[in-house]
């Protein structure tokens, strides 16, 4: 079977040549035809992309958004020198307010201490007016105002700092791109024209619609800095805005990196300007492909789809390196052109085949994430892997036909490299023993570092320190009590139900429960909801004594206040409940930590609000900070399944490809050796399991059995021919030991780019994935030669492990 396979490459070879002009010219005009859809090529960092539209927390989200509008604000902070009391300062902030107001796209709301609601009562009733209206114009009126901004808890960290010394401004867009708007965001959205749409057909605002609206609130900003003011500028949409614009960043240097690390190895190894160009054209084009259908797919570019680009121009780059060093040996031995690319196709088709399908098969088993960009990589990675491959049977052979690949260089008996390389496979061979021994120690090694393994998802540690951004949610962590918060959905079962004193009191002690709560690191400020309305009316409508801001004991009084309180011209309790009262939101702001002390706090505070509201009410929570909680809930519960198929696929595609049980059990070895010991050096080195990191072991598996195969394809040819397993390991490394280092080499190299990532995350990954590589390929070299010898010594030598 082996042969006629192998045959069927060498006409295929030959094919290619007698056509190549024609192969060319049909490969380009498909790819630029297909290339057309780059144009709707997006980013998208949101929180609630990462779930998949039928996950239940998605879900959850989706209704409340539905109900109440997009819970996400974005918040601008500023510190005056002299404190915000100033008459100079409350100038510019009115100026600044009233720019985002005229500047800044999907607006629904702009809040602060210009326009903040405040609620008196008078001669007349109930007056609800914005707070510094009339504007205060004397000293006198400024520290009167201010008095009553300090005294009031509705405004503390909300518009002002409880210090007096930070104004805050909080901007609210839309959850759903209007309708009006979709025929003017070109260049920001590609979406169906329709003077109505469907609830079913609403558009929701994208990431590149919030960057949008952030480089607006930017541009404002930047017209008041100066020495006597301090800006800060985030909220979780500021934050994914700014995390995909990194991305952007981080993936152009990423290619463009990992293009000078191959050519400098394709040169290094060829020494030929066609060997390095052609291989780098028929990888770009397979990239290029590749992320054309993504653009075709919808699949926006994520924090771990970035690595895509380098990814597949690392992995694709493999197979050219090795159709190029046996073409070069063959010409080297005295073929002519045609007949060497027919027999580097007749040689190295099958393992290059072989190859990328255990290599899809091992990235296929992201496709099963509850995360929807993790479960998309492993859509998008399999595609790119396999159109890599296409392209460098068809494109790369066709080029090579064409263009003059340099004078053959004379075949001496064995370079510097190849005899080093022969050297240590014979040690392992004669030695196998003690390499066993040492692999053993490395593996106990490694086991010790995976029990110290621990789970982080701390997305601000993602930016570097100096970041604005990093800054930026500092600052709000510290002087205003957070930058993210998550609200609480509390629906009764009636109608009118949060008209009932004793629920609202309910809500009034899950108020208090909530500022004083402090659990797994995570320590909430504030919370806003109906209750807050309620007492600060029924205050007002007490000639203003703080002694009434309570919560009325009788229910028809709270339902007239209440009246009272929207005749007056304030919209701020539809913002609150839904209009039948059945169903409030509370609002809480917590400080931005890590991902993972989320759940256990969410978890703890459920229970206690599900305790004090009782078994009549339901209890949902949702917003941002459950989405961070889930999402490395999610990605940790996929991880163990990514790694149990990954490793189940391609050990049966091992088994079925080597055509042998033994043997593709035995292959595996070398395989997982590298996983074992990145998850143990991460360990040791004390970098958690987060959403990108996670991924690593199939991503290994994947790419370590590469050289496998390309070991025990040719392994099994060589034990045919001589017998002797020493001699057959001397000749497989001598023949593919070059293109076995050289393209180890370029993988860890592309992950070693991520060293000089913007976004700090990458770096532990990169280092850890390349270091992986780099074990691989020792095990292939040293590992794997050692297992052989040892069946191979137990069975007196095994002439054949073929399939017949």
């Not at 009115?94 to 405040?118: D, K, M, Q, W």
């Not at 609620?119 to 504007?135: A, K, Q, R, S, Y």
């Not at 614009?245 to 290619?255: A, H, K, S, V």
């Not at 400020?525 to 309305?533: E, G, M, N, Q, Y």
């Amino acid at each position: 079977m082996r042969d006629r396979i192998e045959t069927a490459f060498g006409r295929w070879g030959r094919f290619v040549v007698e056509h190549a002009a024609g192969v060319v010219v049909v490969i380009l005009v498909a790819t630029a035809l297909f290339a057309v859809q780059l144009q709707h090529f997006r980013l998208d960092s949101s929180l609630e992309s990462y779930f998949h539209e039928d996950d239940p927390v998605r879900q959850q989200y989706d209704a409340f958004r539905d109900l109440f509008g997009r819970d996400a604000i974005f918040v601008v902070a500023l510190q005056p020198r002299d404190g915000v009391f100033q008459a100079d300062f409350l100038e510019e902030l009115r100026l600044i307010h009233e720019a985002i107001e005229e500047e800044v796209p999907f607006l629904v709301e702009v809040t602060s201490l210009v326009n903040i609601r405040e609620t008196i009562g008078n001669e007349d009733g109930l007056d609800v007016h914005d707070f510094l209206d009339p504007w205060p114009e004397t000293e006198q009126d400024i520290r009167a105002a201010e008095a009553r901004a300090l005294a009031n808890p509705l405004y503390r960290n909300l518009v002002v700092g409880e210090d007096g010394q930070v104004a805050v401004i909080a901007v609210e867009t839309e959850a759903y791109v209007p309708a009006e708007d979709i025929d003017s965001l070109d260049g920001f959205s590609d979406r169906e024209e329709s003077d109505a749409i469907e609830e079913s057909e609403r558009v929701l605002l994208s990431g590149e619609d919030d960057l949008r609206i952030t480089h607006a609130l930017q541009d404002i900003l930047d017209r008041h800095e100066s020495d006597e003011l301090e800006i800060h500028m985030s909220g979780m949409p500021v934050f994914n805005a700014m995390l995909s614009e990194r991305i952007g960043y981080d993936m152009g240097l990423f290619t463009g990196l990992s293009i000078v690390l191959v050519a400098l190895f394709l040169g290094l190894l060829f020494r030929r300007v066609a060997a390095v160009i052609l291989p780098i054209i028929t990888v770009l084009l397979s990239v290029m492909s590749t992320l054309a259908f993504m653009a075709a797919a919808d699949i926006p570019l994520m924090p771990p789809t970035q690595t895509i680009p380098s990814f597949l121009l690392a992995v694709g780059i493999g197979g050219a390196v090795h159709l190029l060093t046996i073409f070069y040996q063959a010409l080297r031995r005295g073929d002519d052109k045609t007949t060497a690319i027919s027999f580097a196709l007749a040689h190295s088709g099958l393992p290059i085949v072989m190859t990328s399908v255990t290599t899809a098969g091992g990235l296929i088993s992201f496709t099963s994430a509850a995360l929807r960009p993790i479960s998309q990589f492993g859509v998008v990675t399999p595609v790119g892997v396999l159109l890599s491959l296409v392209f460098v049977l068809t494109l790369l052979p066709a080029l090579m036909a064409l263009v003059p690949m340099g004078a053959a260089q004379p075949d001496t008996d064995q370079t510097a490299s190849q005899r080093a390389l022969v050297g240590i496979g014979a040690f392992s061979t004669r030695r196998s023993a003690l390499v066993l021994a040492a692999w053993a120690l490395l593996i106990v090694w490694s086991i010790g570092g995976i029990t110290r393994l621990t789970i982080g998802h701390d997305m601000v540690k993602w930016f570097p320190i100096r970041d604005e951004q990093r800054q930026s949610i500092h600052f709000l962590n510290e002087r205003l009590g957070g930058a993210v918060g998550f609200e609480v959905l509390i629906s009764a079962t009636s109608e009118n139900a949060l008209h009932d004193p004793g629920l609202l009191r309910n809500l009034e002690e899950i108020h208090d429960f909530t500022e004083n709560f402090s659990f797994n690191h995570v320590d909430p400020d504030k919370a806003l909801s109906i209750v807050d309305v309620v007492k600060e009316t029924h205050r007002a409508l007490n000639e203003n004594r703080a002694g009434f801001y309570a919560i009325p004991d009788d229910r028809d009084l709270i339902s007239q206040e209440l009246l009272l309180f929207e005749n007056s011209g304030s919209d701020d309790v539809e913002d609150l409940v839904t209009p039948q009262f059945d169903i409030a939101r509370l609002t809480v702001r917590v400080p931005l930590v890590d991902g993972a002390y989320y759940m256990p706090f969410l978890d703890a505070y459920l229970e206690r609000a599900e305790e004090i509201l009782g078994p009549d009410v339901s209890v949902v929570l949702t917003g941002a900070v459950p989405l961070l909680g889930h999402t490395i809930h999610a990605a940790l519960s996929s991880m163990v399944r990514s790694y149990a198929v990954a490793l189940v696929v391609i050990t049966l595609l091992m088994m079925g490809l080597i055509g042998s049980v033994r043997v593709g059990l035995l292959s595996m070895l070398p395989n997982l050796a590298p996983v074992v010991f990145a998850l143990g050096l991460m360990g040791w080195l004390g970098i958690p399991i987060d959403m990108l990191n996670l991924m690593l072991g199939s991503i290994v598996i994947g790419l370590a059995v590469d050289d496998t195969i390309h070991f025990m394809h040719n392994f099994r040819r060589e034990i045919e021919q001589s017998g002797d397993v020493e001699t057959a390991v001397a000749n497989t490394l001598r023949s593919t030991g070059q293109a076995l280092f050289f393209t180890s080499c370029v993988l860890a190299s592309a992950f070693l780019v991520y060293t000089q990532a913007y976004m700090s995350m990458l770096f532990g990954f990169g280092v850890l994935t390349a270091s992986a590589i780099a074990v691989a390929f020792i095990a292939d070299l040293t590992l794997a030669p050692a297992l052989v010898s040892r069946v191979n010594w137990a069975k007196r030598v095994r002439a054949v492990a073929v399939d017949r």
